[in-house]
């Protein structure tokens, strides 16, 4: 089975938002809407029994349409032209009659009591500017560019009928406002595609976010609010804490999804390869009436030239999902496609739930501009401030560990194994990566650079767990990495590189920079304000789940239509999706597809 | 024009001619088009999987008319409400006084529920259109 890389497709993350905790859950408000035209609610006297009351009714014309319970009241249709105000001073005056009234309609309030709900622009946005986004451009926005959920909540808000895959980094199940909506089908509420320990805990953040804009708890005095207040979300670990898959944790992960009964799946997720194994996966759950919603992916580049899939497969059961900014602009960092890309939903400065509290411990692997990493041998790795080549122009210095040292202007030697490394505490944190981005150039197959750690400190290429072994070049251009290293959170988390050389052949060696551990300590009421198609695709999840929630006959296509065709239009959406519109709940639910089977026959 | 809608209740039945369906989507109301004829036709349609459709003010409008793929804008219809008793609107109906030739129908369906921006309910496409010839 190939093992295709797949990353989660949200931006790095901004300022941590301080979550909110009001401590009791108020009851659902309700309030009292328009009553029922052409009915009324008739509470006869006692005595009366159902023939008599049929009588009464029947004689002026008007219709029962049902007993309500055992309460002697009876629903009344009104003949035609009827207003129910004279019916109800009509029937009022009959002695049968104990009392009338009109049949109200009661709704819940649309607006949830969520106390960051005023900060989910993507739900209703007023022209509000989000706090903490590192997406600048147009926060604020423009007010009414939103999915038009209060519209559709007036309809519905509850979508526990439907089971929701978030197949991503997991899910923090035990999150203050995601709780009560994770789905209990089996323990840990989902399953464990990387570790297949059985348990989805997020052990990054990115799933605990897609959860919630998809299902946070509505209207619980708690934190944000999902685009279903209610719902079954299902956790499903298939990418690990640096937020990486594979062909074979995602297929399996989606085969499980389906075989539990999920009806929607949200992939915020993405390669680019056209990968078989993935491709079949997502046809069985069409089989089994299952939507796919994914995300277009953040390399700002059309996906109809390159490709990224799965938002890519032709399979009619996947909504592929674009980022849309504050104003409804494109995100400057949405993929797109007239062909490939389905829809645009909020996707910049978006708020929801996160799994924990993530710290970056940068290192710029020198103190006072000498190498405080042990080089073994010495003076094999070095450590140097070099220019680079700056996006977009000019450069900029940058702290960096060499080899050569006089990388890169002269090339390595043969026959090394040059070490570098460095320990560092990351006692008591629940999950880490480290990160970094360097230039390589060495013999391809022959000369490698590899990437190793150890728990226990001390030289990680003896004993420890080697993370890749890389070769070839960079061409120029940095490269970037992030690896999960979650069993390394011990006092003695040692990282370490390596230059390993065989007799011939020498090339310009490697330049490592920007280092970092990230560092996530578990906590049940963080949000975090992020970026990325990834938060686009879960505005559409939920959208999914509240349309198979209202339409209980929808099968998957009818879901799929409804989101395509409901949408509002949106101008830089036109050449750039296959629908030019903006997911629109309202517009979704009120979306009626074209009768079909008309057949017309002579009657005699 | 005479309508005899299928499988409704009563009270559909007088209803059947009050309902509108019609906002931007929808077409305007119809200019009557002489029509009248011996003949009647049986149109059935496989019902629709919206709950607004099959709920309080949706249903169906059957088109129809003896030019081929004609706009439903100036168009004959009748409509086919949502019936309490059934729980559902019906996928049915006969329309008489039709005159002899070849009729076509297209049926729309439309619901109470507004699109954002819109007032007055939502409609459907017009399905495909299916035809009978009368005698």
Redesign the interface.
Known sequence: MATLGFRMLGLAGALLVVGGAQASTPPLDLARGLY?PGEILVRFRPGTDSQMRAHVVGSRGD?V?REVGRSGVVRV?L??GQTVAAALDAYQRDPDVAYVQPNYRYRAFAVPNDPQYGQLWGLRNTGQSIAGGSYASNNPGVAGRDM?AE?AWD?ETDCSSVVVAVLDTGVNYDHEDLAPNMWNGLPNHGDDFIDGDGDPMDEHGHGTHVAGTIGAVGNNGIGTTGVCWRVQLMAVRVLDAAGSGTTASIAAGIDFAVTEGAKVINLSLGGPSSDAVLSSAILRARDEGVVVVAAAGNEGSNNNTSPRYPCNFAHDNIVCVAALDQAYGLASFSNYGSTTVDVGAPGTNILSTWSGIVQTFVDDFNTGGVLDWTAAPVGGWAYASKPLGAPGGGSVTMPMLLNPSMWPDVVYGNNRDDRVYKTFDLAGVDAATVSFAFFADTEPGADFFRVAYSPAGGDPFAGGTLLESIDGSTDNFSDFREYDIADCVTATCTIGFQLLTDSAGQDLGVGIFEFGINTLQLDTARYEVVNGTSMAAPHVSGLAALLFA??????YL?VVESIKN?G?PVAVLTDRTTTGRAA?A??S???????????????? | MRVRPLAMS??AL??AT?CAAGDADSPEPARPVPLTGP????????A??????NG?GGG?RVYYSSTPNFDIGSAEFTDVPYD?GLGAAPTAV?VDDLPSGT?Y???????A????G?SGG??????????????
Do not use: C, H
């Open positions: 029922v219709q349409l249709k003949a035609p038009g519209a309809l209202y339409n209980p006959e929808y099968g009818d409901g509002t629109n309202m517009g639910l009120a979306y009626i597809r074209p009768p079909t089977g008309v057949v017309a026959t002579p009657e005699p | 009563v009270l007088a209803l009050g003949n009647s036709a049986r149109v059935s349609w496989t629709n999987r919206e709950a607004a459709v309080p169906y309490p006969i009729i129908f297209k049926v729309v369906a439309y619901s529920l507004n699109r954002p819109a939502s409609a459907s496409e017009p399905s495909q259109q299916a035809q009978v010839m009368l005698p």
